[in-house]
């Protein structure tokens, strides 16, 4: 098992259920980035359900309209603020040249505008 648990589940951190582990590969040079936790089908099922009970049972679906749109403008803002570092790390993830790494990033971004 890792440090810091990786699975965000029902409100808290945690580690795969069963304790498994899966090495993140850098595939230009082949060194290891990262060491995560890797979510079991349980994890997975645990992931789903916490997030209905969270949408039947939470705020978001008496959240009015604006304050959901600025919610989501804040992430676009964040992940604009952050592109060259999240461009980085998907780079070091995929293997992608970070131009393609910078497009993904905008992509992502558009979803939230």
Known sequence: MNGEPDLWIGGQWRHASDGGTREII???DGSVVAVVDEATP???RDAVAAACRAFDDGAWPSTPVTERAALLDRVADLLERDK???AELETRDT???LAESRIDIDDVTAVFR
């Open 26 to 28: 850098n595939p230009a």
């Open 42 to 44: 349980d994890d997975a």
């Open 84 to 86: 060259e570092l999240l």
């Open 95 to 97: 293997g992608k040249t």
